[in-house]
């Protein structure tokens, strides 16, 4: 990366000569303000002799480059861990914190898809027949149900109404098929299935394979007369049966405990079941939600599947969690994209990977600039197309960001900088829990110095991005896989001192002098 990008540092050296009239002026009238007092003026003098040496005059020049993100990025973390950390005292988890916010809005719309939509109160009132249908099979807190279906507003719920009984969701990529599908099913130790009537084909497949697990067809309210699968039970019509009364469970479920698993991209072998704590997804939509400066108000655009972090947690999530209003799609449609947009009043959409490109591919339309969207969130925004796309679709503030499904490692790009994917700020690199390390890019083996401690990478010189873990911490705690010898392999010790221990990304980014991180090149599993 060249020019815009500043990976040749030279404006701090060109200016060098400015920067040191200033200091030198601005300790000059300090110390005549203090004539008089030798003490401070001796002060005065060391200070100037300190700045006007070696480098620091580049420190000087950073700060005034990036003190105003800077303040902004502090103070989105600090409002993010401070209400996070009062959830976990108070012992909040997505339950708890979506009947609140269902309380508060019972009549608003929750989820919409096309012309069919479910206000709070339908939401709660259908999760709440799950959890006592499911209680009244037999179901355990701590036991797994997989969710193998197409997105629909009833999704969302269903794993909810698991939840109020303390069952773990298992949510299943609706396009695997045969051994990778039972593989899922396995390695997360599902107790039955929940599929939607339209994976009726997929299920047959299998069902052979997996005879001792109880399933529970689905049929969407659209199609209420699908074919019932042999041996499964008809769930959507046993509901109505249920109370619609809420479930009050006395064991009560806590922050830290599994919610539900959500499974990688399976690009560097077959899906891992990563697992995600109610904490964790409290915190993954109140980032976003934080930093992107939403309200309740706004109306958000997620395209993208909900069994993905992206689509089920980010996005599913300003609804459960923050009450937006959330707008969903069965499958992105790029040609419709700003039409749903425009027709629901959206003022917030989500895109992930190629999107972007997708959408500039597609013919200028109507649609184009007549939409409400101010903010785009998601990543995977390329550098090359980013002016491009802001410029002909209007949109005001693109928030990309960084984020691995199971870890704790998390950047954000809070001012729009073209072609980065978040930042650190220079002041504080040093202490915070987010480093690059030197490492072999082509095995991505990580390079130690003599005493077997990681190498830090300094400004343009490309390194793993590895965070640190800290259970204490909700923010940089590491819930790891279901599969804890896969948990195993993504932990990093001794980084810096004896016995630390750090999340490996697997991503190869870089970092330019002003903090920006770019990303260079993956080997792991991120939201991308």
């Excluded at 009833?154 to 069952?167: D, M, N, T």
């Excluded at 064991?251 to 077959?270: C, E, H, Q």
């Excluded at 997804?281 to 930093?291: C, E, F, Q």
């Excluded at 400004?459 to 800290?470: A, F, T, Y």
């Amino acid at each position: 990366m060249t020019g815009k990008t500043g990976v040749r540092f030279e404006e701090a050296e060109k200016r060098k000569g400015v920067i040191l009239i200033l200091i030198a002026v601005t300790i000059t009238f300090l110390s005549w303000l203090a004539y008089g007092h030798p003490i401070i003026m001796a002060l005065l003098v060391m200070l100037a002799v300190y700045l006007m040496t070696g480098d620091r005059y580049q420190w000087i020049y950073i700060w005034s480059k990036t003190y105003k993100r800077d303040s902004i990025g502090l103070r989105v973390l600090l409002e993010t861990m401070f209400r996070i950390w009062v959830w976990e005292r108070q012992g909040i988890t997505v339950v708890t914190r979506w009947t609140e916010v269902a309380k508060m809005n019972p009549d608003k719309k929750a989820f919409v898809m096309d012309d069919r939509f479910l206000t709070f109160r339908e939401g709660d009132e259908f999760s709440n027949r799950i959890a006592w249908y499911f209680k009244r099979q037999g179901f355990k807190a701590g036991e797994v149900i997989a969710l193998f279906m197409e997105t629909q507003p009833e999704y969302v719920f269903i794993w909810l109404g698991l939840a109020k009984i303390r069952v773990t969701s298992a949510l299943v990529n609706n396009n695997l098929r045969g051994i990778q599908l039972i593989y899922c099913l396995k390695i997360a130790g599902c107790k039955a299935v929940i599929f939607g009537d339209e994976m009726a084909d997929a299920i047959k497949e299998i069902q052979h394979e997996i005879r001792d697990i109880p399933l529970f067809q689905f049929n969407s309210p659209d199609r209420p007369n699908a074919p019932l699968v042999q041996d499964t039970s008809p769930l959507a019509s046993e509901l109505a049966e249920m109370s619609t009364e809420a479930y009050i469970d006395t064991d009560v479920a806590k922050p830290r405990d599994t919610l539900m698993y959500i499974y990688t991209s399976g690009t560097t072998g077959f899906p891992k079941a990563a697992i995600i704590t109610n904490i964790r997804y409290l915190l993954i939509p109140l980032g976003v939600h934080t930093s992107a400066r939403l309200s309740s108000a706004d109306v958000v655009y997620d395209p993208l599947p909900l069994h993905h972090t992206a689509g089920g947690v980010l996005g599913a999530g300003q609804g459960l969690v923050l009450g937006c209003t959330v707008v969903l799609r069965k499958k992105f449609s790029a040609s419709n994209y700003w039409s749903d947009a425009a027709k629901h009043r959206c003022t917030v959409a989500q895109y992930i990977g190629e999107i972007c490109r997708y959408l500039l591919a597609v013919p200028k339309g109507q649609h184009d600039r007549a939409h409400n969207v101010k903010v785009i969130v998601g990543n995977g925004l390329r550098p090359q197309i980013w002016q491009e796309f802001v410029d002909r679709f209007g949109v005001e503030r693109v928030l990309e960001f960084y984020g691995a499904t199971e870890g704790n490692s998390n950047l954000v790009n809070l001012d729009s900088k073209v072609g980065a994917i978040g930042f650190l700020s220079r002041l504080v690199s040093s202490i915070y829990p987010l480093t690059l390390v030197k490492c072999d890019e082509i095995t991505g083996e990580i390079l130690r110095d003599e005493n077997g401690r990681c190498i830090t990478c300094g400004p343009h010189e490309p390194g793993l991005l590895l965070g640190k873990i800290d259970p204490k911490k909700a923010i940089l705690t590491f819930s790891g896989y279901a599969d804890k010898t896969a948990s195993e392999k993504k932990m990093v010790r001794h980084v810096k001192v004896e016995n630390d221990c750090y999340f490996n990304t697997g991503d190869i980014l870089v970092m330019d002098h002003y903090g920006y991180f770019y990303f260079k090149d993956r080997t792991g599993d991120t939201f991308r």
